[in-house]
C-alpha cells in the first residue's frame, strides 16, 4: 500500500456545482500529479503541481484547477460540473519528474 | 494523440501458469514505460517500469519486455496466483522530460483456481 492519501473517498455532487478532493502525498515525494480515470478506461493525465505551481496539463478545461501546498499536499478543485466528470478522480506523487508514480485509492465522483 | 493499446482486453490462466500480458505503443519518441496493476476499488500499484533504452528487467516474478522495432511492451507474471487477478495497465511517458504519462485501457487478468 502506498503512502498517498485521498479524501473523500466518494461524493455525490448536482450539476453545476462545485468540488475539491484533496491529496496528501508519500513522504519525500514533492510531485503530485492528478488523472481521471472513466469507468473502463485507463487515468487520463489531468495536470501536475511541483513546488507549488501547476508543471503541466492535459486537455482538460479551466475549470479544473488544482493547488499545492508547501508540505506538498494537493487539492484538485473542479467547477460547474457536468455529467461527464463523473470519473475516479487518482492522485499520485513521485520523487520529482514523471517516474515510479504512486497512487491513491482515489476519489469516486458522482455527478447527477 | 498517443495511442497505448492492448493486444486482448481480457486474460484468464490457470493458477501456477505463466501470464503474458501484451501492449502497443505508438509513439517511437517515448523513453519510459510502467505497468500497474488495479484492483476493484483501488487505485493502480506500481509492478515495473523500464527505460527505452533496455530490452528487458526482471521483478519478483514479473519480467518486462521492449521491443522498440515494433513498439511493444509486455508484462510476464510467474506462477501467476489469484491474488494476481486484476486490471493491468501499461504506460508511456511520450519524451523525455515529460511530466505526464499515457496509460492503455487495460487488460483484465482472471486467474482460474
Known amino acids: 500500500e502506498t503512502g498517498v492519501t485521498q479524501s473523500p473517498t466518494h461524493l455525490i455532487k448536482t450539476r453545476g456545482q462545485q468540488v475539491t478532493l484533496r491529496c496528501s502525498s508519500q513522504s519525500g515525494h514533492n510531485t503530485v500529479s492528478w488523472y481521471q480515470q472513466a469507468l473502463g478506461q485507463g487515468p487520463q493525465f489531468i495536470f501536475q503541481y511541483y513546488r507549488e505551481e501547476e508543471n503541466g496539463r492535459g486537455n482538460f478545461p479551466p475549470r479544473f484547477s488544482g493547488l499545492q501546498f508547501p508540505n506538498y499536499s494537493s487539492e484538485l478543485n473542479v467547477n460547474a460540473l457536468e455529467l461527464d466528470d463523473s470519473a475516479l478522480y487518482l492522485c499520485?506523487?513521485?520523487?520529482?519528474?514523471?517516474?515510479?508514480?504512486?497512487f491513491g485509492s482515489g476519489t469516486q465522483l458522482s455527478v447527477l | 494523440g498517443e495511442s497505448v493499446g492492448l493486444h486482448l482486453p481480457t486474460l484468464s490462466v490457470q493458477e501456477g501458469d505463466n501470464s503474458i500480458i501484451n501492449c502497443a505503443y505508438s509513439?517511437?519518441?517515448?523513453?519510459?514505460f510502467i505497468w500497474y496493476k488495479q484492483e476493484s476499488g483501488k487505485g493502480p500499484q506500481f509492478i515495473i517500469d523500464?527505460?527505452?533504452?533496455?530490452d528487458k528487467r526482471q521483478g519478483q516474478r514479473v519480467t518486462v519486455l521492449l521491443n522498440k522495432t515494433v513498439k511493444h511492451l509486455s508484462l510476464q507474471i510467474a506462477a501467476t496466483q489469484p491474488g494476481d487477478s486484476a486490471v493491468y495497465f501499461c504506460a508511456e511517458r511520450p519524451q523525455t522530460g515529460a511530466n505526464n504519462l499515457f496509460f492503455g485501457t487495460g487488460t483484465r487478468l482472471t486467474v482460474i483456481p
Open positions: 499520485a506523487s513521485s520523487r520529482g519528474g514523471n517516474e515510479k508514480l504512486f
Open positions: 523500464i527505460r527505452s533504452n533496455m
Open positions: 509513439n517511437s519518441a517515448s523513453d519510459y
